[in-house]
């Protein structure tokens, strides 16, 4: 009973985060056969709340090109999970993989076998897990004024509940804008900020809550909303749109079912079975709502096996949550754009699909660095800045390249919050307000340079 449960569970939960690739030097082709492989990680579906008992992450520090090989391998085995595959600021891989209860004599023994250096950084993620701080109902509260707070990860309702609030508490400045439903019908909201004027004022989108686990993504955008509100005098000059969840159903399943759930949570079927999809003969649930987006779209390193954890969808936008966000920032066409996701503490430019420079490169750059300089100076954290392409691995379909090329953003940037993988996906509530405060100053460097911009038009 326990074996054949905990074999369920490990079905469940396979999934390569990220694809594997090398960023530089030689090597690619053989690593480009292993990515194939890892495309077909499954994230199958659970009637039952998933437990994560047992389950150790490990860091994984390969040296030569044979070691790389090996830990690219674990990929798609059973019982294992990439959290993490790239380089690092000094070039080294590196690699953090979730490791099952099941698997954890074999993959060490693999690791040790190959001389891999590698540490365990988390003994049991249930009790990491069990650690957060999850505020469960205190919507209520928040509704009847309560104030919110940053020391707790919040459940969907009171982060709408917050945004309402700070709508009604400033009515001159703030504004709640529902722009559709999610799969499962609940609504898309988006704050604005900004003081009412009569002269079009440039515009910032900011959003997050994309993968559903990347907790710290939304509690930053609650954060960034709570200082942006009292700096009028940003706020005569940009109007700023905040999304802190966008994809609202798989956050509420990431609370209730599975902590580490990251797709949306529509159904889908193989449209052309590959040979993994037809030995499963059920759906599977979710696309991955960074490969769903128009540009690109199929083209690079998402898959097409609706089990993946990076599923890219059967097409562009199919989607309601990637569908009406993409319809709002056209009508809206702002000067900057901001994905926050997590984790590892990236500051990232375009492209994703190509490894082509943007033509606004040098802009990006300049305004990158000035981003994570102001982040350096808040927190001491040092952010590695680039194009998602070389700084982690090409991916098509992403929300950043279709920002930057079709909707003609040219201030267009994803970060990958902290931490850098002390706790990864299940990071302590403590850090809320630190990664709120050095994002915050990041968003303003990025306002400062996109209203200039658009002074100068
Ligand atoms: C990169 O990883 C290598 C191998 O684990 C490590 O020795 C080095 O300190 C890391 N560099 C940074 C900047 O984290
Ligand atoms: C499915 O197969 C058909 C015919 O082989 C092909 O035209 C189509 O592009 C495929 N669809 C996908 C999603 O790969």
């Given at each position: 009973?326990?074996?054949?449960?905990?074999?369920?569970?490990?079905?469940?939960?396979?999934?390569?985060?990220?694809?594997?690739?090398?960023?530089?030097?030689?090597?690619?082709?053989?690593?480009?056969?292993?990515?194939?492989?890892?495309?077909?990680?499954?994230?199958?579906?659970?009637?039952?709340?998933?437990?994560?008992?047992?389950?150790?992450?490990?860091?994984?520090?390969?040296?030569?090109?044979?070691?790389?090989?090996?830990?690219?391998?674990?990929?798609?085995?059973?019982?294992?999970?990439?959290?993490?595959?790239?380089?690092?600021?000094?070039?080294?891989?590196?690699?953090?993989?979730?490791?099952?209860?099941?698997?954890?004599?074999?993959?060490?023994?693999?690791?040790?076998?190959?001389?891999?250096?590698?540490?365990?950084?988390?003994?049991?993620?249930?009790?990491?897990?069990?650690?957060?701080?999850?505020?469960?109902?205190?919507?209520?509260?928040?509704?009847?004024?309560?104030?919110?707070?940053?020391?707790?990860?919040?459940?969907?309702?009171?982060?709408?509940?917050?945004?309402?609030?700070v709508?009604?508490?400033h009515?001159?400045l703030a504004?709640?804008?529902?722009?559709?439903?999610?799969?499962?019908?609940?609504?898309?909201?988006?704050l604005k900020l900004g003081r009412?004027?009569?002269?079009?004022?440039?515009?910032m989108?900011i959003?997050?809550?994309?993968?559903?686990?990347?907790?710290?993504?939304?509690?930053a955008v609650t954060y960034i909303i709570r200082e942006l509100q009292k700096d009028t005098g940003l706020l005569n000059k940009m109007d700023f749109y905040l999304?802190p969840?966008?994809?609202?159903?798989?956050?509420?399943?990431?609370?209730?079912?599975?902590?580490?759930?990251?797709?949306?949570?529509?159904?889908?079927?193989?449209?052309?079975?590959?040979?993994?999809?037809?030995?499963?003969?059920?759906?599977?649930?979710?696309?991955?709502?960074?490969?769903?987006?128009?540009?690109?779209?199929?083209?690079?390193?998402?898959?097409?096996?609706?089990?993946?954890?990076?599923?890219?969808?059967?097409?562009?936008?199919?989607?309601?949550?990637?569908?009406?966000?993409?319809?709002?920032?056209?009508?809206?066409?702002?000067?900057?754009?901001l994905?926050?996701?997590?984790?590892?503490?990236?500051?990232?430019?375009?492209?994703?699909?190509?490894?082509?420079?943007?033509?606004?490169?040098?802009?990006?750059?300049?305004?990158?660095?000035?981003?994570?300089?102001?982040?350096?100076?808040?927190?001491?954290?040092?952010?590695?800045?680039?194009?998602?392409?070389?700084?982690?691995?090409?991916?098509?379909?992403?929300?950043?390249?279709?920002?930057?090329?079709?909707?003609?953003?040219?201030?267009?940037?994803?970060?990958?919050?902290?931490?850098?993988?002390?706790?990864?996906?299940?990071?302590?509530?403590?850090?809320?307000?630190?990664?709120g405060k050095?994002m915050l100053a990041?968003v303003r460097?990025v306002a400062?340079?996109?209203?200039?911009?658009?002074?100068?038009?």
């Open positions: 009973m326990a074996f054949s449960r905990a074999t369920f569970l490990l079905a469940a939960l396979l999934a390569a985060l990220l694809v594997v690739t090398s960023v530089q030097g030689s090597g690619q082709d053989e690593d480009a056969l292993d990515r194939e492989s890892l495309q077909e990680d499954v994230s199958l579906d659970n009637d039952h709340a998933v437990s994560y008992k047992g389950y150790k992450l490990l860091s994984v520090a390969p040296v030569t090109k044979r070691q790389r090989k090996s830990v690219i391998r674990l990929a798609g085995k059973q019982g294992v999970q990439f959290w993490l595959a790239q380089r690092n600021a000094t070039g080294s891989f590196v690699a953090q993989i979730l490791v099952a209860p099941g698997a954890v004599a074999r993959v060490t023994r693999r690791l040790k076998d190959k001389g891999v250096n590698f540490k365990i950084v988390i003994q049991d993620l249930q009790n990491a897990i069990n650690n957060e701080v999850t505020s469960l109902r205190d919507t209520d509260a928040i509704e009847s004024g309560r104030p919110f707070v940053w020391d707790k990860f919040h459940r969907l309702s009171a982060i709408y509940a917050y945004m309402h609030q709508a009604r508490q009515p001159e504004e709640v804008k529902t722009i559709g439903k999610s799969t499962e019908g609940r609504d898309l909201l988006v009412k004027s009569q002269s079009v004022k440039p515009a989108w959003d997050g809550g994309v993968h559903a686990r990347e907790w710290i993504s939304p509690a999304m969840v966008a994809n609202p159903d798989g956050y509420e399943y990431s609370h209730t079912k599975d902590r580490l759930w990251r797709k949306t949570r529509s159904m889908h079927r193989a449209a052309n079975a590959t040979k993994t999809a037809l030995k499963r003969s059920r759906p599977c649930y979710g696309v991955d709502a960074n490969r769903n987006w128009d540009s690109h779209w199929g083209q690079r390193a998402a898959s097409m096996d609706p089990c993946s954890n990076n599923y890219q969808g059967p097409h562009p936008f199919s989607e309601p949550e990637t569908k009406a966000a993409s319809e709002f920032i056209l009508r809206l066409a702002p000067v900057a754009y994905s926050l996701h997590s984790y590892s503490q990236l500051w990232l430019m375009p492209w994703g699909h190509s490894d082509e420079p943007s033509r606004h490169d040098l802009q990006l750059r300049k305004v990158s660095l000035k981003a994570v300089e102001a982040i350096q100076d808040v927190s001491g954290h040092t952010y590695q800045t680039g194009s998602i392409n070389t700084v982690l691995y090409p991916i098509s379909g992403s929300s950043l390249d279709w920002a930057h090329e079709k909707a003609g953003i040219r201030y267009a940037f994803l970060v990958e919050l902290g931490d850098t993988g002390d706790y990864g996906f299940v990071l302590p509530a403590s850090e809320i307000e630190p990664t050095e990041a460097e400062k340079a996109a209203i200039e911009d658009a002074k100068s038009k």
